[in-house]
């Protein structure tokens, strides 16, 4: 089978490798979507709490944080070689993918396709969006997906979501947030759940820039001499930043963030990983049913 379009992305590419090493440096606190304080509002501490919540799965034993643990860099803490996929709620599940972070996806933007214009004539390529292959617009639509995927959090329907958090600890809390009447009609309060988790994770808590490249970006932190070496590869000989770009000072304004993408879409020819309980090629954005029939070719 030969595929036109086989693109896989992962738009947020945390690199924890080469130049950045993961580091606890205590440098956080530059700015995110919602600004530079690392405390919470209501309605963060809300999604927080949500994002948290393990009776919010079928089973009564996965939250999202199962598998976007902040003791990982808010990816799945036991993905492995042997197993690099997360098993759902539901014992022997598992999905086709692993978990990328849900750190830094609120800088992901808003799926879209782009025009330009070149010798060739008009070109066009698609960017953004949640998920691997950017089938959530955004990241209040991705939120609602997991709750309600049968190899994740398995619930039958946005209702039984919507009960379970009107019997929550914190259902006054959601009510203080988003109105007295907020658990009433379910297509408004499952939109408001969603919504919460992003406010959540669109602060600084998921969101830390607290890595040893930020430090060094913000003038905190010297290289070593091999991290430097690094860091040269990266943006020149390796052609790393060609996709994964960065916004170096003093050319970019101090809170202008680096995230390491594009957020451009590429088959980088990864191949079938064996230990992946799927064996089906993954085609990436080639399945994503918003984008045109006619940019496809199967
Ligand atoms: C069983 C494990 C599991 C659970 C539970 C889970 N996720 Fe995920 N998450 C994944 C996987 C796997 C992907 C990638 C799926 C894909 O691309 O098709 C993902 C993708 C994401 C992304 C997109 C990141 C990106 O770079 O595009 C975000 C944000 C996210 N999840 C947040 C959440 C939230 C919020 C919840 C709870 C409502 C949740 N996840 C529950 C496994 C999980
Ligand atoms: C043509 C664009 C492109 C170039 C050039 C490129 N990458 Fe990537 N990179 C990607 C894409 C797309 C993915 C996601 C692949 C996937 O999910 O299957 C990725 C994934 C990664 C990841 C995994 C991130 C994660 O969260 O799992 C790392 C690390 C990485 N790249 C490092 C590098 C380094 C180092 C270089 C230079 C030697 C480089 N990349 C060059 C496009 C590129």
């Known amino acids: 089978m030969k595929y036109k379009l086989n693109l896989v992305l992962a738009p947020t590419v945390i690199i924890t490798t080469l130049i950045i090493t993961g580091c606890g440096s205590s440098s956080s606190g530059t700015s995110t979507p919602t600004g ?5 509002s209501a309605e963060q501490e809300l999604g927080k709490k949500l994002f948290f919540d393990v009776s919010l799965s079928s089973e009564g034993n996965q939250s999202c944080a199962d598998c976007h643990s902040p003791s990982s860099g808010f990816a799945d803490p036991v993905a492995t070689q042997a197993a690099p996929v997360s098993e759902g709620s539901v014992t022997g599940e598992f999905g086709n993918r692993n978990a990328p972070t849900s750190s830094y996806a609120a800088f992901i933007p808003d799926f879209s396709k782009t025009s330009s214009l070149t010798d060739g004539g008009t070109t066009s390529h698609y960017q953004g969006g949640q998920f691997l292959d950017g089938r959530a617009l955004d990241l209040i639509e991705q939120a609602k997906g997991p709750f309600l995927n049968p190899v ?3 619930n039958s329907d946005a209702a039984e979501v919507v009960t379970k958090v009107a019997s929550a600890s914190y259902a006054d809390d959601f009510l203080s947030v988003y109105g007295a009447t907020a658990l009433d009609d379910t297509d ?8 919460s988790i992003a406010a959540f994770e669109e602060s600084a808590e998921m969101s830390p820039f607290s890595s040893k490249f930020d430090a060094w970006r913000a003038g905190k932190y010297s290289l070593t001499a091999s991290e430097d070496r690094g860091l040269q590869l990266f943006m020149n000989d390796a052609k790393c930043a060609n996709c994964h ?7 970019s304004a101090a809170n202008d963030e680096t995230i390491f993408s594009d957020f451009n ?4 020819g990864v191949p079938v990983n064996p230990s992946n309980p799927s064996s089906d090629i993954d085609i990436g954005l080639a399945a994503n049913s918003n984008i045109d029939a006619a940019d496809v070719a199967i």
């Open 36 to 40: 530079t304080d690392s405390s919470l």
């Open 152 to 154: 994740e959090m398995n």
């Open 188 to 195: 408004t309060a499952y939109t408001n759940i969603a919504t």
């Open 245 to 251: 770009t960065l916004a170096l000072p003093p050319e």
């Open 265 to 268: 879409y590429f088959n980088i």
